[in-house]
């Protein structure tokens, strides 16, 4: 029977499901590995083309790793909490949960028709009251620990309150607020319960905190700052403004320093390791003090002083102006009742940028002055406090002293202000010559540290600036603290409620917090989040719950733990599973994530590992970017009247400039080697039901454009249509042939027939010209050994180092070869079937089984042996030539002399056929290339 893939691939997947054929085992002898992909948010448009492409890449590699001998866990479930559900939900008043189990149904259907080989028993969902049981449980412990620098990790808080009590504060290094208290274990022992409450929260790896954040109003919701593009929404495109607001943050800066040096130690790609280094933005420099003018006002801010941090503390001589960013908690106080409303107009303008906007413009110069003054605490100079967007209040102080001479937006916002500019005289030269300059500014020798180079000026510098306690040496790391709040519902709710203003947790044996039913999804008509809604939910029947839930990275920080041990109901995994599993050896996913769920899965693994929970510091030992599959874009071409109003009238691609046209989107599905389907088009855009096509060669031939594949370019290409085609099997290997895995590419349906013909030709091989299953036991020669061999070496390799497609290309050689050879040897075909199944499951599954072998072990069989053996070069194929016309092919031993070549070719039966009788009058033989016969 012809290859009948719609009946072969749903039995068989079908099989896999009755007989968890893919269930990873507990425990093993095997070596374990263990496959995870980034799990997918179902959304309600299901999978495209190009979502598959790193789930086929890692099941490939999972199937080879599984023929190779290791246990491998290869997992699959879903990000279902998400601001997308949330907005439908409000759109059409549908509880989210019900959404998202429709479109998680769709997933798991398309998934489940690509063949993979995913282990289903131990799904997990993020919505799932069952799963973000644990993730509250991990929150929890994050706001019951502390950072301790002196065995630089965190601990639980109990061994912070042993040192309150034994000494007080005066000996604990922890990362913490800058407003902690200094006092002795009997000023603590005299803190009421509250009092030692807030103090404790200033540690805790959890905290509440009030925070500059992207708010959007619309919405009603604090976004992420990947969520934010020019100052709107990624989703709705909604204006953002920066807002400050009481927030859950959590201490992520507290193992800046090891995520830093963590990177040293994983096989990531080396972009994604950068953008991690530079979002932790590690500085070596120096925290000085800018004394504030003496004013009535300093009482009111309760500190006398401006903290700067620089890294070129060098510079400090060239200082000419101090910065605040606009949002710093000084900036009101310290401006004088002129300025107050040029600064408050600019505070308002600057709540329009978000901080990626701000950070990104580097030549956009704006500001406004305080009023008030500073003295800097080197040189005594007196200058002015401005505040300015490009400076953010998160990063360092908040605050940065302006040295136009060395730094070029620093010189852009001085000339603009007309501010003065000091240069820096140059130790190197003479300081007459310096002075006699011709360049604008104020030349001044920089004080002590003339003369000296970098090094010694900074050394020097930093031990005079702690010796007049107006500043010190200092590290600084750019990444803040994570913002761990978002006023929507459909997330996990915070384990927290309020007494007194205060923060505490639930009992752990309460857990799951549910979430609670309400009316309708949006903020409440006061501005409280929507759990605000809820009626009669409280802590207690008399504390307020938090209102504000976890943000989309929460569940996605740890899960690959939850697949160890999906079931367990007592702990987020078993001891035994997290030993035995440890870690991820594969991970497959997005760059997209390098500072967003990549940077905090490292953090919470860290954190759990601190507390004794898991064995591993990093979570992913490998991680592989794929590119992305870009969409192919057809185009029909209207054309248009000369005031540019369009009319009925299409044009084909070719026939276009004939004419004044505009390019119109088409539906790709309707193109197929872009040849237009004029009357499926005709439905798809009734407008045009009665239109004119003018078509070349009787055809509409369409443009193309390579876009991003989306629903509004009407370019996305489902892949049930192409399944229901052409099969999985063909849609697999079809992805990986598309060319290298990191890579972008885009998508063409038109060469997928090329790879379904590979596997009927494929299929062909075990049947005859009837289509009847058909192969022998016959010893197999050396050129059908050769090139099963080369086959299995170079899918080992490819396989290695992830290049699929060139495995595409190497097995349809070995196909043809098999095919020319009229290869029907078992023993070859088994082995083949074999290196193949990995890409094409299903089609191999079957062959399997009708070579004789038991339903479902082809998983489960050894990856064949590759014997270098065969590859040795000892026969050569000689071309027979009679009268200058190649007839025939003899495969002759290498060893053999032109006498014996001579001597072996005329005794051949086909060769006597073309001599015809007669005596050849001359051979020429040329040993390893042809042979030539005269007759």
């Known amino acids: 029977m012809d290859y009948q893939f719609k009946e072969i691939e749903q039995k068989w997947q079908e099989f896999w499901a009755q007989n968890q054929t893919f269930k990873a085992e507990e425990q093993s002898s095997k070596p374990k590995f263990y496959v ?144 902690t208290k200094s006092f002795l274990p009997t000023d603590w022992a005299t803190m009421t319960h509250e009092e030692k409450q807030e103090e404790l929260l200033k540690y805790r790896l959890t905290y509440l905190r009030e925070s500059t954040v992207n708010w959007c109003p619309a919405l009603g919701t604090v976004l992420a700052n990947d969520e934010v593009k020019d100052g709107y929404s990624e989703r709705g495109g909604h204006p953002v403004e920066q807002k400050k607001m009481m927030q859950w943050s959590m201490r992520i800066s507290a193992y800046a320093e090891r995520l830093l040096q963590g990177l040293n130690t994983i096989d990531w790609p080396e972009p994604v390791k950068e953008m991690q280094r530079n979002w932790i933005g590690k500085s070596v420099g ?155 500014g104020k030349y001044i020798n920089s004080g002590f540290i003339n003369g000296m180079n970098y090094a010694e000026a900074t050394q020097t510098l930093n031990a005079w600036l702690e010796e007049q306690e107006v500043g010190k040496a200092k590290v600084n790391y750019r990444m803040r603290d994570a913002i761990f709040g978002r006023q929507r519902y459909w997330g996990e709710p915070i384990p927290v409620y309020f007494k007194d203003g205060l923060p505490y947790l639930i009992n752990e044996e309460e857990l799951p917090l549910m979430l609670p039913e309400i009316d309708k999804y949006l903020p409440t008509e006061s501005g409280e989040p929507p759990l605000g809604r809820a009626e009669d939910w409280s802590y207690d029947n008399q504390y307020e719950y938090e209102l504000s839930t976890m943000p989309g990275w929460a569940g996605s920080s740890w899960y690959w733990y939850r697949y160890m041990d999906a079931k367990n109901k007592s702990a987020f995994a078993s001891k035994e599973a997290i030993e035995y599993w440890k870690d991820v050896d594969l991970y497959i996913g997005g760059a997209e994530h390098a500072t967003g769920h990549l940077l905090y899965s490292r953090f919470w693994n860290k954190f759990l590992k601190d507390l004794g929970h898991v064995t591993e510091e990093e979570p992913f030992k490998k991680l592989i970017n794929q590119g992305m599959i870009q969409g192919r874009s057809n185009f029909v071409y209207r054309v248009v009247d000369e005031e540019g109003r369009g009319t009925n009238t299409l044009v084909s691609y070719g026939l276009r400039k004939e004419y004044k046209t505009s390019a119109l989107h088409v539906d790709v599905n309707i193109v197929e080697n872009e040849i237009l389907n004029i009357e499926k088009f005709k439905v798809f855009r009734p407008e045009f039901a009665d239109a004119e096509f003018i078509l070349e060669n009787g055809k509409y031939i369409c443009g193309v454009e390579v876009e991003k594949m989306s629903k509004s370019k009407f370019n996305v290409v489902n892949p049930d249509v192409l399944i229901s085609s052409y099969g999985a099997d063909t849609l697999r290997m079809y992805e990986m042939f598309l060319g290298p895995l990191e890579q972008s590419k885009p998508w063409n349906t038109n060469g997928i027939e090329g790879v379904f013909k590979f596997l009927r030709k494929f299929w062909r ?162 040993k390893g290339r042809i042979v030539n016969i005269v007759i």
């Open 286 to 440: 120096a925290s000085v003090r800018f004394k504030i003018e003496p004013s009535e006002k300093i009482a009111a801010l309760g500190q006398d002083y401006i903290e700067v941090f620089t890294t070129r503390v060098d510079t400090i001589f060239g200082v000419s102006y101090l910065v605040l960013a606009p949002e710093h908690e000084l900036v009101i106080g310290l401006t004088t009742p002129e300025q107050l409303d040029e600064v408050n107009h600019y505070i308002a303008q600057t709540k329009k940028k978000s901080e990626l906007d701000r950070m990104a413009d580097v030549k956009a110069v704006s500001g406004a002055f305080t009023g008030t003054y500073v003295i800097n605490p080197v040189s005594g100079e007196r200058i002015q406090l401005w505040i300015a967007d490009y400076v953010l209040a998160g990063y360092g102080t908040g605050a940065v002293m302006g040295v136009p001479s060395g730094d070029q937006r620093d010189w852009l916002f001085a000339t603009n202000f007309k501010l003065p500019i000091v240069q820096i005289l140059d130790s190197q030269k003479d300081i007459d010559t310096q002075a006699d300059s011709t360049k604008e």
């Open 765 to 926: 091989l075990f049947h005859n010209e009837e289509w009847i299953f058909n192969v022998s036991d016959s010893v197999p020669s050396k050129a059908e050994l050769k090139a099963l061999h080369k086959i299995i070496k170079k899918v080992q390799d490819d396989v290695e180092r992830f290049s699929f497609n060139t495995s595409v290309s190497s097995f349809m050689i070995a196909v043809n070869e098999l095919t020319d050879l009229k290869c029907k040897n078992r023993q070859v075909l088994e082995d083949l079937v074999i290196v193949l199944s990995p890409y094409a499951p299903h089609i191999c599954e079957e062959l399997w089984v009708n070579l004789g072998h038991e339903a479902g072990s082809l998983s489960y069989v050894k990856y064949p042996e590759f014997n270098p053996a065969y590859m040795v070069e000892d026969e050569f194929s000689y071309p027979i030539s009679v009268n200058g016309k190649t007839r025939l092919n003899l495969n002759l031993s290498l060893t053999l002399e032109p006498k014996e070549i001579e001597e072996t070719v005329l005794a051949d039966e086909q060769v006597q056929k073309y001599l015809e009788g007669k005596t050849p009058k001359k051979v020429i033989v040329v």
């Open 36 to 179: 995870l992909d980034m799990f997918p948010y179902p959304s309600g448009a299901g999978l495209h083309v190009g979502h598959p492409l790193g789930y086929i890449a890692s099941d490939i590699f999972t199937r080879y790793k599984r023929l190779k001998g290791y246990n491998v866990l290869h997992p699959m479930g879903y990000d279902s909490f998400g601001l997308p559900a949330e907005q439908y939900a409000i759109q059409t008043g549908q509880h989210p949960a019900l959404t998202t189990e429709v479109n998680i149904n769709t997933y798991r259907r398309q998934l489940d028709q690509i063949g993979f080989s995913f282990d289903w028993s131990k799904e997990v969902r993020t919505s799932d009251p069952e799963y973000y049981k644990w993730t509250q449980w991990i929150f929890m412990q994050l706001f019951n620990s502390w950072y301790n620098l002196e065995t630089d990790r965190a601990e639980d808080i109990t061994s912070l309150l042993e040192k309150f009590n034994a000494s007080g504060s005066a000996d604990v290094k922890a990362v913490c607020d800058e407003d």
